[in-house]
């Protein structure tokens, strides 16, 4: 059974925000899963979801939430394996909030937790925690990463080449 990813998030407010953490493990040719669960509004079938994670292949969880942002720490009581948190941005409280609850567990119950609105760097922290078994995986990270180097001195160029005032009007 192929090494999977699950992303959980507690509402579809969260898609935009958890998308970005598929989009980078598809790049990365990593099998996933993604749903919404409420951990306050459907517990049973929360429960039932982190109880039969490792069953269904899941290594490594990703769970966004905002607000109370419980979805992560449960998530990780029950499941076994790693459990990434990805703190949503709130109205109320800016996301603070949300990256309190996430960061806070208590000893025993970690917790990996990204920035808030993070799922970028979630998606490919599953990968690396991923690649530490998985060779070829950690070939195309390491390619990814080369990618992110050539972007920004490809940018370098461009500022030095237009200057800052006409490289501002590009963007």
Do not use: C, W
Not at 15 to 26: N, Q, W
Not at 31 to 60: C, L, N, Q, W
Not at 117 to 145: C, F, H, M, V
Request: hydrophobic share 45%; glycine share 10%.
């Amino acid at each position: 059974m192929a090494a999977k990813v699950g992303i959980v998030m507690g509402s579809d407010s969260d898609l935009e925000i958890m998308s970005k953490a598929a989009d980078v493990l598809d790049v990365l040719q990593i099998e996933y899963d993604i749903t919404v669960i409420s951990a306050h509004r459907m517990p049973d079938i929360f429960y039932d979801y982190a109880k039969t994670a490792e069953e269904k292949g899941y290594k490594v969880i990703i769970a966004g939430a905002g607000g109370a942002a419980h979805l992560p720490g449960m998530t990780a009581a029950i499941f076994p394996m790693p459990v990434i948190g990805v703190p949503i941005m709130t109205k109320s409280l800016g996301g603070v909030d949300s990256l309190y609850s996430i960061v806070q567990m208590p000893g025993g119950i970690p917790v990996a937790t990204v920035a808030i609105n993070g799922a970028l760097n979630a998606g490919l922290l599953a990968a690396k925690i991923l690649a530490t078994s998985d060779p070829e995986l950690l070939e195309r990270i390491k390619s990814y990463a080369l990618g992110l180097k050539e972007n920004v001195l490809a940018k370098s160029e461009k500022l030095d080449e237009m200057g800052y005032k006409e490289y501002l009007k590009s963007m």
